[in-house]
């Protein structure tokens, strides 16, 4: 499957196989392309913890009831005192840095067979809480990750997009 068929056909998974985990082969490219997606300055602030120990789960589903039963969940974080501060000292890199490796690390779960859904329905602040992280550390998503149960489909708005002629302009 090329890249353009790979961007098409993945989708926010809803409903995953609960009892079937993530092979451990597949999980480690996961996160290793993470580990090479660009940040900032090659910064690299951001900090992935694979949550799935049951307490781990358990603490997942009291943040947020979006799941899905999903065995597996990334946390996805940057470290406030690595990310790169923009001219100006107004805006910072924490957040796209975290966003770039997230994203890296979907699409490779879509490559490996891997089905995912980016959360953000949670409160970032009670996760990191949770998650006892360090005051600098801030959550940007949960990720979960593994397989569609049977029938799971793309929501009806999957395929809907505005025109590009909406969404780019040449100067």
Known sequence: MNF?????????????????????EKLDKILAVGQLAPTAK???????YVLQSEE????????????YGAPLVLAVTYDSNQEYVYPGDKY?????DA????THMMLM???????????????????????KLPANERVVLLMDLGYAAAGTR???????????AE?????
């Open 56 to 67: 781990a789960l358990q603490m997942v589903d009291t943040l947020t009831p979006c799941r």
């Open 154 to 164: 793309p929501t009806p708005t999957h395929d809907k997009t505005k025109p590009l």
């Open 42 to 48: 090659n910064n690299q602030p951001q900090h992935v």
């Open 92 to 96: 910072t890199s924490g957040i796209e």
């Open 109 to 131: 779960a879509a490559s490996e067979g891997v089905d995912s859904c980016w959360l953000n329905f949670f409160d970032p602040d009670k996760a990191a809480e949770a998650l």
């Open 167 to 171: 969404l780019v302009s040449y100067r």
């Open 99 to 102: 966003s770039i490796v997230a």
């Open 4 to 24: 353009m068929e790979l961007a098409k056909n993945r989708f926010s998974c809803k409903r995953y196989q609960s009892d079937k985990p993530v092979e451990k």
